[in-house]
């Protein structure tokens, strides 16, 4: 898939942000746990990824039911059988594993793709097979799958070794489901996590946590249906401020998760932005800049409530239209630097330096079109905005990838009075 872009576009209008890709995928993944109906409001219907995972749910009967005009997922697994899937099938999703525990309470046996998404450095399935062994489960690695066998789960004692978002949500899903008390040390507990807890427990799950690491699980032999809306996208949230930013736009972005981002939205104003917001909104404009630019900075991803490595790429864009030399390092993904490889394509190789855990940009370099292959999910959408923010018309190849984690993306671009070309080719 490949997108054309037409650079000087400035953006104008509203724009909504949608549920969070990270929470309602897990959502999912969760509600697979009863027999009774769960319903997702606030949901990101049009996103690629969700609907890939529904289309695996399908494959093994359950019902997965998308309504976009009312952003609702229904899903109802009281029909669901272990997957059949074939190695011809395609489910380029990261979060596969989540789908164990679900089908492992309906017939004893599990069998899942190996996980996909994006490549960003070492991210493998350890942690998982750790997890289903911890809780008395067999697993067996196979050339083109993983499967796992189990009467049940049978709680146990979690010890990560380090702290991880996909460890977490897979232990919280099948511990709510085991047999006994289970104990998880070194949980990554984060905004989207928080709500995957929220929701398990509406379903009646018993789930404590201690601090920001330590969770215990009561398992229950039954869970019921429940109705919940997932969060609003941080990460969403955050791009359309740096796109009104970068493109000199004027937007009122609603549905913003203020409470889940004041860090990142904090390090924005220590750069010279003054953003106007009430309640749920923001409004990002021209004359938020205070000074003459946006200032230089130095900063690190890392965990939450800080900026976390999703939005790495998007403080890049803020250091190219900084007045000077900006900094931005990431020891948790060190090798997430490909996409700025490629913005160099835009801006020349002396505006971006680009080493593991290392990015230095030197700002308010011109920027010239370029043709651009996206690398991964969110290095895609800021390819995207330095495309719109050089002079002439630029491509992008692979752009699937940006479809994946933004919900409705044309359609919001469009309501902003920003058109793309996107056509199917042979990435």
Same mark, same amino acid.
């Given at each position: 898939?490949?997108?054309?872009?037409?650079?000087?576009?400035?953006?104008?209008?509203?724009?909504?942000?949608?549920?969070?890709?990270?929470?309602?995928?897990?959502?999912?993944?969760?509600?697979?746990?009863?027999?009774?109906?769960?319903?997702?409001?606030?949901?990101?219907?049009?996103?690629?990824?969700?609907?890939?995972?529904?289309?695996?749910?399908?494959?093994?009967?359950?019902?997965?039911?998308?309504?976009?005009?009312r952003e609702t997922v229904t899903i109802?697994?009281?029909?669901?059988?272990?997957?059949?899937?074939?190695?011809?099938?395609?489910?380029?999703?990261?979060?596969?594993?989540?789908?164990?525990?679900?089908?492992?309470?309906?017939?004893?046996?599990?069998?899942?793709?190996?996980?996909?998404?994006?490549?960003?450095?070492?991210?493998?399935?350890?942690?998982?097979?750790?997890?289903?062994?911890?809780?008395?489960?067999?697993?067996?690695?196979?050339?083109?799958?993983?499967?796992?066998?189990?009467?049940?789960?049978?709680?146990?004692?979690?010890?990560?070794?380090?702290?991880?978002?996909?460890?977490?949500?897979?232990?919280?899903?099948?511990?709510?489901?085991?047999?006994?008390?289970?104990?998880?040390?070194?949980?990554?507990?984060?905004?989207?996590?928080?709500?995957?807890?929220?929701?398990?427990?509406?379903?009646?799950?018993?789930?404590?946590?201690?601090?920001?690491?330590?969770?215990?699980?009561?398992?229950?032999?039954?869970?019921?249906?429940?109705?919940?809306?997932?969060?609003?996208?941080?990460?969403?949230?955050?791009?359309?401020?740096?796109?009104?930013?970068?493109?000199?736009?004027?937007?009122?972005?609603?549905?913003v998760p203020f409470s889940e981002m004041?860090?990142?939205?904090?390090?924005?104003?220590?750069?010279?932005?003054?953003?106007?917001?009430?309640?749920?909104?923001?409004?990002?404009?021209?004359?938020?800049?205070?000074?003459?630019?946006?200032?230089?900075?130095?900063?690190?991803?890392?965990?939450?409530?800080?900026?976390?490595?999703?939005?790495?790429?998007?403080?890049?864009?803020?250091?190219?239209?900084?007045?000077?030399?900006?900094?931005?390092?990431?020891?948790?993904?060190?090798?997430?630097?490909?996409?700025?490889?490629?913005?160099?394509?835009?801006?020349?190789?002396?505006?971006?330096?680009?080493?593991?855990?290392?990015?230095?940009?030197?700002?308010?370099?011109?920027?010239? &079109? $370029? =043709?651009? @292959? %996206? #690398?991964?999910?969110?290095?895609? !959408?800021? +390819?995207?905005?330095?495309?719109? &923010? $050089? =002079?002439? @018309? %630029? #491509?992008?190849?692979?752009?699937? !990838?940006? +479809?994946?984690?933004?919900?409705?993306?044309?359609?919001?671009?469009?309501?902003?009075?920003?058109?793309?070309?996107?056509?199917?080719?042979?990435?």
């Amino acid at each position: 898939m490949t997108a054309t872009v037409r650079g000087g576009q400035v953006p104008t209008g509203s724009v909504r942000v949608s549920g969070a890709k990270n929470s309602a995928t897990r959502l999912i993944a969760a509600a697979l746990l009863t027999d009774e109906p769960v319903v997702l409001g606030n949901a990101p219907t049009e996103l690629v990824d969700l609907n890939h995972k529904l289309r695996f749910l399908r494959g093994m009967g359950a019902v997965a039911e998308r309504d976009s005009e009312r952003e609702t997922v229904t899903i109802d697994a009281s029909g669901m059988e272990t997957s059949p899937f074939t190695e011809e099938q395609d489910y380029p999703i990261r979060t596969t594993y989540l789908l164990v525990a679900g089908q492992l309470r309906k017939t004893g046996f599990a069998r899942i793709p190996y996980p996909g998404g994006c490549k960003i450095g070492s991210r493998g399935y350890d942690l998982h097979v750790m997890v289903w062994r911890a809780l008395g489960c067999e697993v067996e690695e196979k050339p083109d799958a993983i499967e796992v066998r189990g009467n049940g789960f049978k709680a146990g004692r979690i010890a990560f070794p380090i702290s991880t978002v996909g460890g977490t949500e897979n232990a919280l899903i099948c511990a709510s489901v085991a047999n006994g008390t289970t104990e998880i040390v070194n949980a990554y507990i984060t905004p989207e996590i928080e709500d995957l807890i929220e929701l398990l427990t509406r379903m009646g799950a018993r789930i404590e946590v201690f601090g920001n690491s330590l969770v215990k699980v009561e398992g229950v032999p039954e869970l019921s249906g429940a109705r919940m809306d997932v969060m609003p996208d941080r990460i969403e949230a955050i791009t359309w401020v740096v796109v009104a930013l970068m493109l000199g736009g004027t937007i009122q972005i609603d549905n913003v998760p203020f409470s889940e981002m004041e860090v990142p939205l904090l390090h924005i104003e220590k750069m010279g932005v003054d953003l106007f917001r009430n309640s749920n909104s923001l409004w990002v404009h021209p004359g938020c800049i205070t000074g003459r630019a946006v200032q230089p900075f130095e900063l690190a991803c890392g965990t939450h409530p800080g900026i976390i490595s999703d939005m790495q790429s998007f403080y890049t864009l803020m250091g190219l239209i900084a007045d000077g030399t900006s900094r931005i390092f990431d020891y948790r993904y060190p090798e997430r630097i490909a996409y700025a490889r490629e913005l160099t394509k835009l801006t020349g190789i002396d505006a971006i330096e680009a080493e593991p855990g290392r990015i230095v940009t030197h700002g308010r370099a011109p920027m010239k &079109a $370029a =043709e651009l @292959t %996206s #690398t991964d999910l969110r290095g895609s !959408m800021s +390819l995207l905005i330095g495309a719109l &923010a $050089a =002079e002439g @018309t %630029s #491509t992008i190849g692979a752009f699937q !990838m940006a +479809l994946r984690g933004y919900d409705g993306l044309p359609r919001k671009l469009a309501k902003l009075g920003v058109e793309i070309d996107i056509r199917e080719t042979a990435d």
